[in-house]
Protein backbone atom coordinates (compact mmCIF):
# COMPACT_ATOMS: atom_id res chain seq x y z
CA UNK A 1 0.00 0.00 0.00
CA UNK A 2 1.06 3.40 -1.00
CA UNK A 3 1.58 6.01 1.84
CA UNK A 4 1.83 9.76 1.63
CA UNK A 5 2.27 12.38 3.76
CA UNK A 6 0.34 15.96 3.72
CA UNK A 7 1.39 19.16 4.01
CA UNK A 8 -0.85 21.91 4.22
CA UNK A 9 -0.11 25.82 4.67
CA UNK A 10 0.72 28.58 2.33
CA UNK A 11 3.02 27.58 -0.55
CA UNK A 12 5.10 29.34 -3.06
CA UNK A 13 7.23 28.51 -5.62
CA UNK A 14 7.97 29.35 -9.35
CA UNK A 15 8.23 27.92 -12.84
CA UNK A 16 9.34 29.41 -16.50
CA UNK A 17 7.49 30.31 -19.43
CA UNK A 18 8.32 31.80 -22.51
CA UNK A 19 11.55 32.85 -20.46
CA UNK A 20 10.00 34.58 -17.73
CA UNK A 21 9.76 33.22 -14.47
CA UNK A 22 5.70 32.70 -13.31
CA UNK A 23 5.34 32.84 -9.43
CA UNK A 24 2.60 30.79 -7.92
CA UNK A 25 1.42 31.84 -4.66
CA UNK A 26 -1.45 29.13 -2.89
CA UNK A 27 -2.61 31.12 0.32
CA UNK A 28 -3.73 28.02 1.43
CA UNK A 29 -2.25 24.89 -0.10
CA UNK A 30 -1.55 21.63 0.31
CA UNK A 31 1.17 19.70 -0.66
CA UNK A 32 1.21 15.41 -0.92
CA UNK A 33 4.24 13.11 -1.27
CA UNK A 34 4.92 9.98 -1.44
CA UNK A 35 6.37 8.93 1.39
CA UNK A 36 8.66 5.87 0.18
CA UNK A 37 9.89 8.07 -2.80
CA UNK A 38 10.44 11.30 -1.18
CA UNK A 39 8.82 12.40 -4.02
CA UNK A 40 6.03 14.94 -4.92
CA UNK A 41 2.67 13.88 -6.25
CA UNK A 42 0.71 16.77 -6.57
CA UNK A 43 0.51 20.61 -5.30
CA UNK A 44 -2.51 22.36 -5.36
CA UNK A 45 -5.22 24.82 -3.29
CA UNK A 46 -6.58 22.49 0.04
CA UNK A 47 -10.14 23.15 -0.85
CA UNK A 48 -9.66 21.36 -4.51
CA UNK A 49 -7.61 18.79 -3.42
CA UNK A 50 -9.22 17.81 -0.40
CA UNK A 51 -11.96 15.39 -1.81
CA UNK A 52 -8.96 13.49 -3.21
CA UNK A 53 -6.61 13.13 -0.28
CA UNK A 54 -9.36 12.24 2.61
CA UNK A 55 -6.59 12.20 4.98
CA UNK A 56 -5.35 15.53 4.20
CA UNK A 57 -7.38 16.44 7.70
CA UNK A 58 -4.36 15.41 9.01
CA UNK A 59 -2.11 16.68 7.36
CA UNK A 60 1.07 19.09 9.30
CA UNK A 61 -0.23 21.98 9.02
CA UNK A 62 1.43 25.08 8.92
CA UNK A 63 0.12 28.26 10.05
CA UNK A 64 1.67 31.83 9.97
CA UNK A 65 4.17 29.97 7.31
CA UNK A 66 5.53 29.82 3.79
CA UNK A 67 6.34 26.77 2.60
CA UNK A 68 8.78 26.59 -0.05
CA UNK A 69 11.55 25.08 -1.86
CA UNK A 70 14.84 24.51 0.07
CA UNK A 71 17.62 26.92 -1.14
CA UNK A 72 20.25 25.77 -3.62
CA UNK A 73 24.18 27.50 -3.10
CA UNK A 74 25.76 26.79 -6.44
CA UNK A 75 29.21 27.88 -4.60
CA UNK A 76 30.77 27.68 -1.34
CA UNK A 77 33.96 25.86 0.46
CA UNK A 78 33.40 23.49 3.09
CA UNK A 79 36.83 23.82 4.27
CA UNK A 80 36.30 27.41 4.93
CA UNK A 81 33.50 26.91 7.38
CA UNK A 82 36.44 28.78 10.33
CA UNK A 83 37.85 31.20 7.45
CA UNK A 84 34.42 33.38 7.52
CA UNK A 85 34.64 36.73 9.09
CA UNK A 86 38.50 36.96 9.07
CA UNK A 87 39.87 40.77 8.71
CA UNK A 88 40.87 42.81 6.52
CA UNK A 89 42.08 41.59 3.20
CA UNK A 90 41.63 41.26 -0.66
CA UNK A 91 40.69 37.58 -2.58
CA UNK A 92 45.07 37.09 -3.28
CA UNK A 93 46.11 38.30 0.29
CA UNK A 94 43.04 36.78 1.58
CA UNK A 95 44.00 32.99 0.60
CA UNK A 96 47.58 33.16 1.74
CA UNK A 97 46.71 34.39 5.30
CA UNK A 98 43.78 32.67 5.61
CA UNK A 99 42.77 30.10 3.19
CA UNK A 100 45.46 28.29 2.74
CA UNK A 101 46.47 27.71 6.12
CA UNK A 102 43.10 26.47 7.22
CA UNK A 103 42.90 24.06 4.15
CA UNK A 104 46.12 22.01 5.54
CA UNK A 105 44.55 21.39 8.52
CA UNK A 106 42.20 18.72 6.26
CA UNK A 107 45.17 16.31 6.27
CA UNK A 108 43.72 15.12 9.59
CA UNK A 109 40.43 13.50 8.83
CA UNK A 110 38.83 13.83 11.75
CA UNK A 111 38.95 17.72 11.30
CA UNK A 112 37.64 16.90 8.18
CA UNK A 113 34.93 15.53 9.58
CA UNK A 114 33.86 17.62 12.77
CA UNK A 115 34.10 20.44 10.26
CA UNK A 116 31.92 18.88 7.10
CA UNK A 117 28.90 17.77 9.92
CA UNK A 118 29.46 21.46 11.21
CA UNK A 119 29.26 23.20 7.94
CA UNK A 120 25.61 20.77 6.67
CA UNK A 121 24.28 22.16 9.96
CA UNK A 122 24.69 25.24 8.85
CA UNK A 123 23.65 24.95 5.95
CA UNK A 124 20.47 23.03 7.08
CA UNK A 125 20.04 25.62 9.79
CA UNK A 126 19.53 28.46 7.07
CA UNK A 127 17.39 26.48 4.71
CA UNK A 128 19.90 25.78 2.51
CA UNK A 129 19.17 21.59 1.24
CA UNK A 130 21.85 21.75 -1.85
CA UNK A 131 24.88 23.32 -2.40
CA UNK A 132 27.91 22.55 -4.60
CA UNK A 133 31.14 23.03 -2.80
CA UNK A 134 34.82 22.67 -2.93
CA UNK A 135 36.84 20.77 -0.91
CA UNK A 136 40.46 20.96 -0.31
CA UNK A 137 42.93 19.35 -2.49
CA UNK A 138 43.18 16.58 0.49
CA UNK A 139 41.45 13.41 -1.86
CA UNK A 140 39.95 12.02 1.88
CA UNK A 141 38.43 15.27 2.59
CA UNK A 142 36.05 14.95 -0.46
CA UNK A 143 35.47 10.98 1.28
CA UNK A 144 34.58 12.52 4.06
CA UNK A 145 32.46 15.41 3.19
CA UNK A 146 30.16 12.74 0.69
CA UNK A 147 30.19 10.56 3.76
CA UNK A 148 28.80 13.15 5.69
CA UNK A 149 25.85 14.18 3.17
CA UNK A 150 24.85 10.92 2.48
CA UNK A 151 24.38 10.33 5.83
CA UNK A 152 21.88 13.17 6.00
CA UNK A 153 20.25 12.11 2.26
CA UNK A 154 21.02 15.54 1.04
CA UNK A 155 21.77 16.00 -2.69
CA UNK A 156 25.14 17.63 -2.48
CA UNK A 157 27.97 18.08 -5.39
CA UNK A 158 31.56 18.30 -4.64
CA UNK A 159 34.79 17.67 -5.91
CA UNK A 160 38.63 17.59 -4.88
CA UNK A 161 40.68 20.87 -5.41
CA UNK A 162 43.54 20.45 -8.25
CA UNK A 163 46.22 22.77 -7.48
CA UNK A 164 49.73 21.94 -8.31
CA UNK A 165 51.26 25.31 -8.23
CA UNK A 166 51.43 29.27 -6.23
CA UNK A 167 50.28 27.70 -2.86
CA UNK A 168 51.96 25.67 -0.23
CA UNK A 169 53.68 23.10 -0.68
CA UNK A 170 51.61 21.25 1.34
CA UNK A 171 48.38 21.69 -0.14
CA UNK A 172 49.54 20.81 -4.10
CA UNK A 173 49.00 17.64 -5.60
CA UNK A 174 50.48 16.87 -9.08
CA UNK A 175 48.85 16.81 -11.96
CA UNK A 176 48.94 13.25 -12.65
CA UNK A 177 47.91 12.51 -8.97
CA UNK A 178 44.95 15.19 -9.16
CA UNK A 179 43.35 13.06 -12.33
CA UNK A 180 43.81 9.68 -10.83
CA UNK A 181 42.34 10.90 -7.29
CA UNK A 182 39.34 12.56 -9.00
CA UNK A 183 39.13 9.88 -11.27
CA UNK A 184 38.71 7.63 -8.52
CA UNK A 185 36.49 9.97 -6.01
CA UNK A 186 33.70 9.91 -9.68
CA UNK A 187 33.73 6.22 -9.41
CA UNK A 188 32.97 6.06 -6.16
CA UNK A 189 30.65 9.11 -6.09
CA UNK A 190 29.31 10.21 -8.72
CA UNK A 191 25.89 9.43 -9.27
CA UNK A 192 25.89 7.59 -6.16
CA UNK A 193 22.24 7.93 -4.53
CA UNK A 194 21.78 12.20 -4.48
CA UNK A 195 25.66 12.59 -4.93
CA UNK A 196 27.45 14.31 -7.59
CA UNK A 197 30.97 15.24 -8.21
CA UNK A 198 32.36 18.35 -9.81
CA UNK A 199 35.86 18.44 -11.54
CA UNK A 200 36.89 21.16 -9.27
CA UNK A 201 40.29 23.05 -10.45
CA UNK A 202 40.56 25.62 -7.60
CA UNK A 203 41.35 28.14 -10.47
CA UNK A 204 43.30 29.19 -13.53
CA UNK A 205 46.60 30.62 -11.09
CA UNK A 206 47.05 27.75 -9.21
CA UNK A 207 46.93 25.23 -11.88
CA UNK A 208 49.68 24.36 -14.46
CA UNK A 209 48.65 23.40 -18.19
CA UNK A 210 49.35 19.90 -17.73
CA UNK A 211 46.72 19.71 -15.16
CA UNK A 212 44.25 21.63 -16.67
CA UNK A 213 44.24 19.10 -19.50
CA UNK A 214 43.82 16.45 -17.11
CA UNK A 215 40.92 18.29 -15.67
CA UNK A 216 39.32 18.40 -19.20
CA UNK A 217 40.53 14.86 -19.94
CA UNK A 218 38.30 14.10 -16.68
CA UNK A 219 35.20 15.73 -18.46
CA UNK A 220 35.34 13.83 -21.70
CA UNK A 221 35.52 10.69 -20.09
CA UNK A 222 32.93 10.88 -17.88
CA UNK A 223 30.74 12.80 -20.62
CA UNK A 224 26.80 12.42 -20.61
CA UNK A 225 27.87 9.52 -23.53
CA UNK A 226 29.18 7.58 -21.05
CA UNK A 227 26.28 7.21 -18.60
CA UNK A 228 27.53 9.96 -16.28
CA UNK A 229 25.26 13.31 -16.84
CA UNK A 230 25.29 15.54 -14.21
CA UNK A 231 29.83 15.84 -13.99
CA UNK A 232 29.89 18.99 -13.71
CA UNK A 233 33.32 21.48 -13.61
CA UNK A 234 33.79 24.58 -10.82
CA UNK A 235 36.03 26.74 -10.76
CA UNK A 236 36.64 30.72 -10.43
CA UNK A 237 36.49 33.48 -13.16
CA UNK A 238 37.55 36.95 -12.90
CA UNK A 239 36.40 37.82 -9.56
CA UNK A 240 39.64 40.23 -8.59
CA UNK A 241 41.74 42.85 -10.70
CA UNK A 242 44.94 41.81 -9.52
CA UNK A 243 43.89 38.08 -10.26
CA UNK A 244 43.29 39.17 -13.53
CA UNK A 245 46.75 40.98 -14.15
CA UNK A 246 48.21 37.50 -12.77
CA UNK A 247 46.50 34.98 -15.20
CA UNK A 248 47.72 37.59 -18.03
CA UNK A 249 51.41 36.61 -16.81
CA UNK A 250 50.78 32.90 -16.20
CA UNK A 251 48.98 32.38 -19.45
CA UNK A 252 50.58 34.93 -21.96
CA UNK A 253 49.13 33.49 -25.13
CA UNK A 254 45.10 33.69 -24.02
CA UNK A 255 43.19 36.32 -25.20
CA UNK A 256 41.60 36.69 -21.63
CA UNK A 257 40.61 34.91 -18.54
CA UNK A 258 37.72 32.75 -20.00
CA UNK A 259 39.80 32.13 -22.99
CA UNK A 260 42.16 30.02 -20.45
CA UNK A 261 39.88 27.52 -19.61
CA UNK A 262 37.74 27.82 -22.84
CA UNK A 263 40.97 27.01 -24.90
CA UNK A 264 41.29 23.62 -22.61
CA UNK A 265 38.03 22.87 -23.45
CA UNK A 266 36.77 23.12 -19.98
CA UNK A 267 33.73 25.66 -20.97
CA UNK A 268 30.37 23.51 -21.51
CA UNK A 269 26.67 23.39 -20.39
CA UNK A 270 28.49 21.38 -17.09
CA UNK A 271 30.76 24.44 -16.26
CA UNK A 272 30.15 26.40 -13.26
CA UNK A 273 32.19 30.04 -13.13
CA UNK A 274 31.85 31.45 -9.69
CA UNK A 275 31.88 35.03 -9.78
CA UNK A 276 32.50 37.07 -13.20
CA UNK A 277 32.18 40.40 -12.03
CA UNK A 278 35.11 41.65 -14.74
CA UNK A 279 34.36 39.81 -17.95
CA UNK A 280 34.51 41.37 -21.44
CA UNK A 281 31.93 41.49 -23.55
CA UNK A 282 33.83 38.96 -25.94
CA UNK A 283 34.25 36.94 -22.46
CA UNK A 284 29.84 37.20 -21.99
CA UNK A 285 29.22 36.11 -25.39
CA UNK A 286 31.58 33.27 -25.31
CA UNK A 287 30.43 32.01 -22.07
CA UNK A 288 26.54 32.65 -23.70
CA UNK A 289 27.82 30.55 -27.06
CA UNK A 290 30.11 27.57 -24.73
CA UNK A 291 26.31 27.34 -22.81
CA UNK A 292 28.31 27.72 -19.65
CA UNK A 293 26.68 28.97 -16.39
CA UNK A 294 27.51 31.43 -13.85
CA UNK A 295 27.32 31.56 -9.81
CA UNK A 296 27.16 35.45 -8.28
CA UNK A 297 28.92 35.67 -5.01
CA UNK A 298 27.04 39.73 -3.37
CA UNK A 299 28.36 38.69 -0.08
CA UNK A 300 31.93 37.60 -0.52
CA UNK A 301 32.43 40.31 -3.37
CA UNK A 302 31.21 43.25 -1.05
CA UNK A 303 33.43 41.46 1.88
CA UNK A 304 36.47 40.91 0.05
CA UNK A 305 36.01 44.40 -2.02
CA UNK A 306 36.25 42.45 -4.80
CA UNK A 307 33.78 44.69 -7.01
CA UNK A 308 30.15 44.64 -8.27
CA UNK A 309 28.48 42.55 -10.89
CA UNK A 310 26.43 43.23 -14.10
CA UNK A 311 23.09 41.59 -13.29
CA UNK A 312 21.83 43.27 -16.98
CA UNK A 313 24.83 41.74 -18.85
CA UNK A 314 24.19 38.28 -17.85
CA UNK A 315 20.93 38.42 -18.83
CA UNK A 316 21.46 40.48 -22.37
CA UNK A 317 23.62 37.76 -23.41
CA UNK A 318 21.13 34.94 -22.36
CA UNK A 319 23.56 33.30 -19.80
CA UNK A 320 22.34 31.23 -17.34
CA UNK A 321 23.37 32.03 -13.38
CA UNK A 322 22.06 31.85 -10.33
CA UNK A 323 23.16 33.33 -6.73
CA UNK A 324 25.66 31.89 -4.22
CA UNK A 325 26.96 32.31 -0.64
CA UNK A 326 30.66 32.06 -0.95
CA UNK A 327 31.37 30.82 2.46
CA UNK A 328 33.89 31.60 3.62
CA UNK A 329 34.78 34.39 1.63
CA UNK A 330 31.32 35.11 1.70
CA UNK A 331 30.21 36.00 5.29
CA UNK A 332 26.65 34.02 5.76
CA UNK A 333 25.42 30.60 5.08
CA UNK A 334 21.64 32.98 4.80
CA UNK A 335 20.47 32.95 1.52
CA UNK A 336 18.07 35.36 2.65
CA UNK A 337 21.08 37.97 3.20
CA UNK A 338 22.28 36.81 -0.37
CA UNK A 339 19.48 38.36 -2.07
CA UNK A 340 20.00 40.96 0.23
CA UNK A 341 22.97 41.95 -0.81
CA UNK A 342 22.27 41.19 -4.42
CA UNK A 343 19.68 43.55 -4.94
CA UNK A 344 21.80 46.37 -3.41
CA UNK A 345 24.49 45.54 -5.86
CA UNK A 346 21.90 45.64 -8.06
CA UNK A 347 20.58 48.91 -6.95
CA UNK A 348 24.32 50.51 -7.67
CA UNK A 349 23.91 49.23 -11.35
CA UNK A 350 20.73 51.25 -11.78
CA UNK A 351 19.36 47.48 -11.78
CA UNK A 352 16.74 46.76 -9.44
CA UNK A 353 15.86 43.18 -8.53
CA UNK A 354 12.62 42.14 -8.54
CA UNK A 355 12.09 39.53 -5.37
CA UNK A 356 10.29 37.27 -7.57
CA UNK A 357 13.53 36.95 -9.75
CA UNK A 358 15.80 36.86 -6.54
CA UNK A 359 13.66 33.37 -5.05
CA UNK A 360 14.73 31.90 -8.95
CA UNK A 361 18.16 32.59 -8.48
CA UNK A 362 18.06 30.68 -5.15
CA UNK A 363 15.76 27.93 -6.28
CA UNK A 364 14.83 27.09 -9.56
CA UNK A 365 17.62 29.03 -11.84
CA UNK A 366 20.44 27.47 -8.91
CA UNK A 367 18.84 23.93 -10.18
CA UNK A 368 19.38 24.83 -14.05
CA UNK A 369 22.79 26.09 -13.26
CA UNK A 370 23.43 22.49 -12.02
CA UNK A 371 21.54 20.57 -14.32
CA UNK A 372 19.43 19.08 -11.74
CA UNK A 373 15.96 21.20 -13.14
CA UNK A 374 14.91 17.82 -13.39
CA UNK A 375 15.13 16.59 -9.43
CA UNK A 376 14.76 20.00 -7.43
CA UNK A 377 14.08 23.85 -8.08
CA UNK A 378 10.44 23.78 -7.14
CA UNK A 379 7.03 21.68 -6.60
CA UNK A 380 6.56 20.42 -9.88
CA UNK A 381 5.48 16.99 -9.62
CA UNK A 382 7.36 13.91 -9.36
CA UNK A 383 10.30 16.59 -8.05
CA UNK A 384 12.38 15.50 -5.03
CA UNK A 385 10.29 16.94 -1.48
CA UNK A 386 13.45 18.65 -0.31
CA UNK A 387 11.74 21.96 1.05
CA UNK A 388 11.82 24.65 3.80
CA UNK A 389 8.99 26.16 6.39
CA UNK A 390 9.58 29.69 6.73
CA UNK A 391 8.31 31.60 10.29
CA UNK A 392 6.35 34.38 8.85
CA UNK A 393 6.51 35.67 12.21
CA UNK A 394 9.89 35.23 13.57
CA UNK A 395 10.94 38.48 14.53
CA UNK A 396 9.04 41.59 16.22
CA UNK A 397 10.30 43.90 12.79
CA UNK A 398 9.41 41.24 10.01
CA UNK A 399 5.67 40.00 11.49
CA UNK A 400 4.89 43.55 12.00
CA UNK A 401 6.03 44.50 8.36
CA UNK A 402 4.17 41.43 7.08
CA UNK A 403 0.78 42.93 7.98
CA UNK A 404 0.92 45.30 5.19
CA UNK A 405 2.68 43.23 2.65
CA UNK A 406 -0.27 42.82 -0.01
CA UNK A 407 0.72 40.30 -2.52
CA UNK A 408 3.30 37.55 -2.79
CA UNK A 409 6.34 40.11 -4.25
CA UNK A 410 5.81 42.54 -0.91
CA UNK A 411 5.95 39.17 1.35
CA UNK A 412 9.05 37.79 -0.67
CA UNK A 413 11.06 41.49 -0.61
CA UNK A 414 10.28 41.78 3.02
CA UNK A 415 11.72 38.30 3.72
CA UNK A 416 15.32 38.48 1.21
CA UNK A 417 15.91 42.27 3.46
CA UNK A 418 14.88 41.72 6.89
CA UNK A 419 15.88 37.44 7.21
CA UNK A 420 18.40 35.51 8.11
CA UNK A 421 18.23 31.85 9.63
CA UNK A 422 15.77 32.82 12.55
CA UNK A 423 13.21 32.60 9.59
CA UNK A 424 13.71 28.33 9.14
CA UNK A 425 11.54 26.47 11.11
CA UNK A 426 11.24 23.43 9.64
CA UNK A 427 13.55 21.80 7.04
CA UNK A 428 12.26 18.75 5.46
CA UNK A 429 14.47 16.25 2.79
CA UNK A 430 12.54 13.80 0.33
CA UNK A 431 9.12 15.00 2.68
CA UNK A 432 10.97 13.58 6.03
CA UNK A 433 11.92 16.50 8.70
CA UNK A 434 15.55 16.96 9.57
CA UNK A 435 15.24 20.11 11.48
CA UNK A 436 13.23 22.07 13.40
CA UNK A 437 13.72 25.33 14.71
CA UNK A 438 14.08 25.72 18.94
CA UNK A 439 11.95 27.41 20.55
CA UNK A 440 12.95 30.44 22.23
Known amino acids: MIEYNHYR ?7 ESGGEVEP ?12 DSGKIVEVGAFNELFSKWPNANSSNHFKDSLIMPGFIDTHVHYPQYKVIASY ?3 LLDWLNKYTFIEE ?28 MTFCTSYKQSVDIFFTAAEKKNL ?12 APEGLCDNSDDSYFDSKELIEKWHNKGRMSYAV ?3 FAPTSSSEQLKQAAKLLDEYSDTNGNKGLLM ?21 KNYFDVYDSFNLSGTNSVFGHCIYNTDEEYKRIADSGSKVSLCPRSNLFLGSGLFEVDKLEAFGIDFALASDVGGGDSFSMFQVMNEAYKICRLNDYNLDPVKAFYLTTLAAAKVLNMEDHIGNFDSNKEADFIVIDLKATELIKNKLETSNNISDILFNLMTLGDDRLIKEVYILGQNIYKKKEA
Open 104 to 131: QKFCDEAYASKVADLFLDELIKNGTTTA
Open 155 to 166: RMIAGKVMMDRN
Open 9 to 15: GSIYHCF
Open 24 to 35: IYIEDGLMVVDV
Open 234 to 254: QTHLNENIDEIEWVKELFPDS
Open 200 to 202: TPR
Open 88 to 90: GTS
